[in-house]
């Protein structure tokens, strides 16, 4: 459900017209002539939303199946999978250690537990033989040295990353999220704020306005455009075919009292 952020421009579209005297005149426009809005930063929005969102769903399921080593992967059955670990885009400082004063205590003998060790205090992460099977943690400061062992190799945390428990948290609802994205949903825009329909076909169900659009898109009767407004229960109408809103302004409140009109664009289900 998208509203569009250009609700006053609207409003002053569909005014009165000049010569009205404290009074609303009927909207004289044919509603079917009205063309959808262009994309907006709403569009936009939700796009990144749901196409960043569904590929962290994605890899957070390849989480499970995170392996540190050509065998693991072909064992796993993954062997022609594209696999993403810890370090890929870490930069790496081939044969290079740092002294063993600068080192902080405990060795990781995989990539993952590596990678979610090396936290504020740690600088960089010593891969040992450079086969990321073996690593020791180098503290923030340390001095980077020649590695006696000529294929170790060091993999930087700074400047390019922040640690572990300092990155926004995935996606928790999989499932909610998965289905919020790829659904076709009905969209539509704001027409009156502040106003209702005289007479409407009242449509039980709807807790929010898009629900209220989903309702008059299914419903034959129902033309493109319905009114929605905030009580208890809240009061979703729509505009019967043949039949017009003849929009009146509502008295003042805090709660929303709006009509909308459903926006046909192709791959929805007001199309």
């Not at 208890?232 to 709660?255: F, H, I, K, Y």
Request: with cysteine; hydrophobic share 35%.
């Amino acid at each position: 459900q998208i509203r569009i952020p250009h609700a006053r421009s609207v409003d002053k579209l569909f005014s009165d017209y000049v010569s009205s005297v404290d009074t609303d005149d009927s909207y004289w426009a044919d509603v079917t002539t009205l063309l959808a809005p262009g994309a907006s930063e709403n569009d936009a929005f939700w796009e990144a939303v749901c196409n960043t969102t569904l590929s962290s769903v994605e890899n957070a399921n390849l989480g499970s199946t995170i392996v540190n080593d050509i065998d693991n992967a072909t064992e796993s059955g993954t062997d022609n999978m594209t696999i993403e670990r810890p370090f890929d885009d870490w930069v790496v400082a081939e044969n290079t250690t740092c002294s063993d004063e600068d080192m902080l205590a405990g060795e990781f003998t995989d990539e993952t537990s590596a990678y979610e060790g090396c936290g504020v205090e740690c600088a960089s992460i010593v891969d040992i033989g450079c086969t990321r099977t073996t690593f020791k943690l180098c503290k923030i400061g340390a001095l980077e040295t020649p590695s006696a062992n000529s294929s170790t190799c060091l993999r930087r945390r700074l400047p390019d990353h922040r640690p572990p428990d300092g990155k926004p948290q995935p996606p928790q609802e999989h499932a909610v999220w998965r289905a919020f994205c790829t659904q076709a949903g009905v969209r539509y825009r704001l027409l009156w704020a502040k106003r209702l329909c005289t007479v409407g076909l009242a449509l039980v169900g709807a807790y929010s306005e898009g629900r209220c659009a989903e309702l008059a898109a299914v419903n034959p009767s129902c033309s493109d455009v319905f009114d929605y407004q905030e009580a208890t229960p809240p009061a979703c109408r729509c505009v019967q075919v043949g039949t017009t809103c003849q929009a009146q302004a509502t008295a003042d409140s805090e709660l929303e009292a709006n009509v909308f009109i459903r926006v046909h664009v192709a791959g929805t289900t007001a199309a």
